[in-house]
């Protein structure tokens, strides 16, 4: 089985601040994907990332694949309430499906 | 992801009662995959489902649950003489292609509570 962690689990801070989350494996992905998840809805991709060392940018969101594409993490600059919500990453699975890491359950206050 | 549809939103069912859950997948998508989410957790991977057969269900319990995706209808998800435990929310995902070729669309879920 391929596993993910995230870390940190719980993040709160303070709106404005940089925050970075990351998720970690031991093994190897042809591709990462990040979800974001707000309370009573399913998940919504952010990203995917494929090739290792890639860096994709979604306006305040950074996200990075490792060298290695064991890992991957994501970074936001100058939180908003609006980007509370559970992040998860995503690897592709020993048959095409999609495991997910336990997420990070991000919450920023005014 | 709303094109993913999922029913019943909600749904209570008493101890040893069965529990049937629809998703109906993102038109042209033949993928379909079922997740289970506890509170203040992510998503525990189930079973994955291409039209009218099970590629992996290493996720699901072997005993009380099971899976179909027919090849006209949705996929149902079945659980069986339900127990507390079961309680959870039911989350069903569908892709065009095989999961790590593309995006998965998810539903809004379905939420079990076992009385």
């Known amino acids: 089985t391929q596993l993910l962690e995230q870390s940190p689990q719980f993040l709160s801070i303070q709106e404005g601040e940089n925050l970075t989350v990351y998720c970690n494996s031991s093994?190897?992905?042809?591709?990462l994907q990040w979800y974001r998840q707000e309370p009573g809805e399913g998940p919504v991709l952010l990203v995917t990332?494929?090739?290792?060392?890639e860096v994709k940018k979604l306006k305040r969101l950074t996200f990075q694949f490792g060298d290695a594409r064991k890992d991957s993490s994501l970074h936001i600059t100058a939180a908003q309430t609006g980007d509370t919500g559970l992040y998860l990453c995503?690897?592709?699975?020993?048959?095409?499906?999609?495991?997910f890491g336990a997420g990070t359950r991000l919450t920023v206050k005014p | 992801n709303a094109g993913v549809m999922q029913n019943p939103r909600h749904l209570v069912r008493r101890r040893g009662q069965e529990a049937r859950l629809r998703c109906s997948p993102m038109k042209g998508h033949s993928h379909v995959y079922w997740y289970r989410q506890l509170p203040e957790e992510g998503l525990k991977f189930m079973v994955y489902l291409q039209k009218e057969n099970i590629i992996d269900e290493s996720g699901m319990p072997k005993e009380r649950f099971s899976a179909e995706f027919p090849k006209e209808g949705p996929s149902i998800l079945r659980i069986q003489q339900v127990v507390r435990g079961d309680s959870a929310a039911y989350f069903c995902?569908?892709?065009?292609?095989?999961?790590?070729?593309?995006?998965?669309?998810f539903g809004e879920g379905s939420r079990l509570t076992v009385l």
């Open positions: 093994s190897v992905f042809s591709s």
């Open positions: 995902a569908s892709s065009a292609n095989r999961a790590n070729t593309g995006e998965l669309f």
């Open positions: 995503a690897g592709a699975g020993n048959n095409n499906d999609m495991r």
């Open positions: 990332v494929v090739t290792g060392g």
